[in-house]
């Protein structure tokens, strides 16, 4: 730990008394010594309070990420053994911790472990260290993953877009362990999936819409599905396993449908489905020019929203999908539409969702709600840690 102390502005406390671990730069009176990127600091109030132990980041905005808000802890090792291991209990008591399948094992904030990310795919452990205090303990948090039972290999995917907020370079490489395999499958509920975690959106797989797919079953039986912003079909296989008429996958990404049809194939589906590559927005008025019709419909885009600049512009793209999407429906048809931009809001989006119906001219009704998977828990003290939205809505 350095002996450096980050003292805060008068006032400037609150969000931490609230045990919220984010302190951005214009809370800091100043950093009293010095200290390296992701040295941790000790945070102090105007009236010299001792607050939290945190990360300290120069580079961003965001300059620290709280490791504790108890002074007395230090933050070393076994620090870090027993959060990885409280992290993973939890897993284990959602029944999710799966040597064949896979979950997300550990949520940053959520975890209290703020910048760090790891997938559990089977026998390898795919991490992303997001934030300078991350990368300070990158090589132990990579020896401590290596310790968990059935973790053989750990892959270091830390090329979001972030880390140039930190100061860091991206990095795609083997942490430690063993090589991770040319080919990597894994199971959810029968099914089978081929994970690339080398060049896969995030770390490989969508984890946070399991739950999504399991409510999908009890209404593809027997319905032709557009399934749109489609990535490696994971929604798809669900839904042809599930007795759905027809699967069209639309995707921008040539590798992402190369992989569907994979993934399609390795649980048996030969036939009943159709990839199409285009921009979702642009595919969706073609279909509709085209006069084609679905009996139920998923749109889940990437993040529209990334700041409160695009709020607005993004609004009006989950409204432009959802418009088009219901007006692609049949009579009695269904739409699982989703937002992962942590900006927007469970009322918002049922808003936008209300005016996209009054535009299509259908009368529609919510007969479900979605949010993020228990492996992505939600930390009430960071309402930040909540950031999935989706309704399932009927015609």
């Not at 931490?16 to 992701?38: C, D, F, M, N, T």
């Not at 992290?87 to 064949?100: F, Q, S």
């Not at 798809?236 to 069209?248: K, N, P, T, Y």
Request: net charge neutral; proline share 4%.
């Amino acid at each position: 730990m350095s002996e450096a102390t980050l003292i805060l502005r008068k006032g400037r406390e609150k969000s931490l008394l609230r045990r919220h671990p984010w302190i951005y730069s214009g809370a800091v009176e100043r950093l009293q010594g010095k200290a390296a990127p992701g040295d941790t600091v000790k945070v102090v109030s105007s009236s010299g309070d001792v607050l939290a132990l945190a990360a300290w980041s120069p580079e961003s905005q965001l300059c620290g990420r709280v490791w504790s808000f108890d002074a007395g802890e230090t933050v070393d090792e076994e620090f870090f053994r027993k959060r990885i291991a409280r992290a993973v209990e939890l897993r284990k008591t959602l029944g999710l911790d799966d040597e064949n399948g896979g979950c997300r094992l550990i949520y940053s904030e959520s975890d209290e472990l703020p910048g760090i990310i790891v997938d559990r795919y089977g026998r390898c452990a795919c991490v992303q260290f997001l934030s300078a205090g991350a990368e300070k303990h990158r090589e132990l948090i990579g020896r401590l993953l290596l310790e968990l039972d059935g973790i053989d290999s750990v892959f270091d995917r830390s090329d979001a877009a972030i880390r140039k907020k930190e100061g860091l370079p991206e990095r795609m490489e083997l942490l430690c362990g063993k090589p991770i395999p040319d080919e990597l499958i894994i199971t959810e509920d029968g099914l089978r999936y081929h994970v690339d975690m080398r060049k896969g959106q995030k770390t490989g797989f969508y984890f946070d819409l399991r739950e999504a797919r399991r409510t999908l079953r009890r209404f593809a039986g027997g319905r032709r599905i557009l399934n749109l912003f489609s990535y490696t079909g994971a929604f798809s296989c669900v839904a042809l396993d599930a007795g759905a008429e027809f699967v069209m996958n639309v995707d921008s990404s040539l590798p992402a449908l190369k992989t569907a049809e994979k993934n399609l194939h390795l649980n048996g589906f030969t036939d009943r489905f159709e990839n199409r590559q285009g921009d979702g927005f642009t595919v969706l008025r073609e279909l509709e020019r085209a006069g084609e019709k679905f009996d139920l419909v998923i749109l889940d885009p990437p993040k529209l929203i990334d700041s409160q600049k695009s709020l607005m512009r993004g609004c009006r793209g989950y409204q432009d999908l959802a418009r088009l999407g219901f007006k692609l429906l049949n009579p009695g048809g269904v739409m699982f539409n989703f937002s992962c931009s942590g900006l927007m809001g469970s009322e918002l989006f049922q808003k936008i969702t209300a005016s996209a119906a009054l535009e299509a001219n259908v009368d529609a009704r919510i007969v479900g709600k979605f949010t993020q998977s228990p492996d992505h828990p939600v930390l009430l003290s960071v309402p930040e840690t909540f950031y999935l939205k989706g309704l399932c809505t009927a015609i």
